[in-house]
């Protein structure tokens, strides 16, 4: 039974290349999700989502930021059918809040103006995405 | 993902390189001989050095990057040995020098970090503009250019006193140091270039003079492509130009100027030159010129086709039929071996490679380094399609290697070099 057990090897070999992409492909999801262990002190401000589908959320901002969308794997997941998949990053440079839309298709406002490159916001400054209005405290 | 999870991968890309060296010699009647063995060891060592490296010098970097890149060397490993085994023991020195040069990279840049890379950058470009020009030294001299197949995009250096030859592809390496120009220029310029002057129709046009690095683009490209012949080059370097000015100033308007540049460019190419004509006639009929230009590409399409769902196995095809195998055409010899599943599984690496940098892109704080890191992975996605779309008959074959997966120590050098500054970056994210 040479072409049997040949045929046996093949698909073994297929196999053993699929399931080292679907372990790369997990930890890649993992790697996009949020990453809950890394929080640090620093700038104490916190994102508050004050409308919108989603739960009220209200986070303390991290260094590295979060990533706000409509995908499962946002940090900052919000149900709103005008936002994209990753639409803004909000995160701290400099000790300052910065909001930096990640090429959305409806854009990012703040107090009501779109902003297009990275912008530094201080409490009490409004973040909108589609429907959805965010609050740095 | 940790750190142990990633030396996990790494290994077990060295055991797909190790197992399908061990099925290749199974097929010819050997059993498991010292072959296997190397190959794990030379595999494990070299992706585990530049690991140990990433863990001294940048401890925050994405730990997704080798993993992936060291199992596309695996895939194209396998079947460079399948069809040649000579070419794979050089292969195998290839990838240990590809892993120094990654290592010696992040070392360099181990304090400074890449925004030195800036301050050189006028350097950067002067030497990867001679790179490419380095092909056109005249044959008499030590180190001279040669034509390969049509083309003038290889150097040979006599090594003085002996008779031995180097040869290697300086334009490998050019596409890097241009893409770390590009990043640094548009860094700077990008604001004024996404400045909207005036509309036109839908279109909105950035002032005229912004649309001068356009044309150096396309004139570039076309230098290339006249003096070299070489098409996959002049095609990649144009589409980088235009991709990272689309990225730095999200103009939609770059990319329709630079798609009817190219366009207009492609017409007269095809026009001027019976090179190109004879490609073009190649993709649109490849069985009318089967005895002539077609004759590689129907020789791939054979393959492919022959290899169905989970292909011949590796070892029983006949992948020795089409002409450059190892090389540019390595996917169809994988596709004709291992089958439709075989090429998803590459396809899926590249996928995730540049889902993974378009990652370190998107999270990288200043200007400088998302516009590296974005172009550096478009390097390798736009030359994969470049060379697939050849490949699968989408597009004229262009001579392009197929990054990590071709014969060749320039590419290796080149695509490692892009994957430890794409560490480099994801490192410095973090920070």
Redesign the interface.
Same mark, same amino acid.
């Given at each position: 039974m040479p072409a049997l057990f040949f045929n046996i090897i093949k698909l073994l070999y297929l196999l053993m290349l699929f399931l080292f992409l679907w372990q790369l492909a997990r930890a890649i999801r993992s790697h996009v999700g949020s990453n809950p262990g890394a929080q640090t002190e620093g700038t104490a401000a916190e994102l508050v989502v004050l409308t919108g589908d989603s739960e009220t959320e209200r986070v303390r901002i991290r260094p590295q930021g979060h990533v706000i969308g409509r995908s499962p794997d946002a940090d900052i997941r919000i149900s709103d059918p005008y936002s994209s998949e990753f639409h803004t990053r909000v995160g701290i440079q400099d000790g300052q809040v910065v909001v930096h839309d990640l090429g959305s298709t409806n854009g990012t406002y703040v107090n009501g103006r779109r902003v297009t490159s990275p912008t530094s916001v201080s409490r009490g400054d409004t973040v909108q995405i589609g429907k959805t209005i965010l609050e740095i405290r | 993902?940790t750190r142990r999870?990633e030396s996990g991968?790494i290994v =077990? =890309?060295a055991?797909?390189a190790a197992?399908?060296v061990a +099925?290749v010699e199974? !097929?010819k009647g050997n059993w498991l001989d010292a072959q296997v063995a190397l190959t794990f060891l030379v595999f494990a060592g070299s992706f585990g050095g530049v690991q140990l490296g990433v863990i001294r010098w940048t401890s925050g970097a /994405? /730990?997704?990057l080798l993993? +992936?890149a060291s199992?596309l060397t695996a +895939?194209g490993f396998v079947e460079i040995y399948r069809i040649n085994p000579d070419a794979a023991a050089v292969q195998r020195w290839s990838i240990m020098v590809a892993c120094l040069v990654g290592l010696l990279v992040l070392w360099v840049l181990r304090d400074t970090g890449v925004a030195v890379l800036r301050r050189y950058r006028y350097v950067l470009l002067f030497v990867g503009v001679g790179f490419l020009l380095l092909p056109l030294l005249p044959e008499t001299w030590a180190i001279h250019g040669a034509t390969v197949n049509g083309s003038r995009l290889w150097v040979r250096v006599t090594v003085p006193g002996t008779a031995r030859v180097l040869s290697f592809q300086p334009g490998e390496i050019a596409k890097v140091l241009i893409t770390v120009f590009l990043a640094s220029y548009l860094a700077e310029r990008a #604001?004024a270039m996404s400045v909207v002057v005036r509309k036109i129709g839908p279109f909105k046009i950035p002032e005229p003079r912004h649309l001068g690095p356009v044309f150096i683009a396309a004139g570039a490209a076309f230098v290339i492509l006249i003096y070299q012949k070489d098409l996959g080059a002049s095609l990649l370097l144009f589409g980088i130009f235009v991709a990272m000015l689309y990225i730095a100033t999200?103009r939609t308007f770059y990319v329709i100027a630079g798609v009817v540049l190219a366009s207009a460019g492609a017409f007269a190419a095809y026009q001027t030159f019976d090179h190109v004509q004879r490609r073009v006639q190649a993709w649109l009929d490849p069985f009318g010129h089967f005895s002539d230009a077609g004759y590689q590409t129907v020789q791939g399409l054979f393959a492919m086709g022959s290899g169905a769902l !989970?292909?011949s196995? +590796?070892g029983?095809g006949r992948p020795h039929l089409i002409p450059a195998a190892t090389t540019d055409f390595i996917f169809a010899a994988i596709a004709e071996e291992?089958?439709l =599943?075989?090429a998803l =599984?590459v396809l899926?690496?590249f996928s995730?490679l540049v889902?993974?940098g378009f990652?370190v892109a998107?999270?990288s704080?200043d200007r400088f380094r998302k516009y590296l890191a974005g172009g550096l992975t478009i390097v390798i996605a736009l030359q994969a399609l470049i060379i697939l779309g050849g490949v699968l008959r989408l597009l004229p074959i262009t001579g392009l290697t197929l990054p990590f997966l071709s014969y060749g120590g320039s590419s290796l050098i080149a695509n490692l070099t892009i994957v430890a500054l794409l560490l480099r970056i994801s490192h410095e #994210?973090?920070l």
């Open positions: - | 993902m999870a991968l =077990a =890309a055991l797909v197992m399908g +099925i199974f !097929t /994405s /730990s997704l993993p +992936i199992f +895939i #604001e999200g !989970t292909g196995g +590796i029983l291992m089958g =599943a075989g =599984a899926a690496g995730l889902a993974v990652g998107i999270r704080r #994210e973090r």
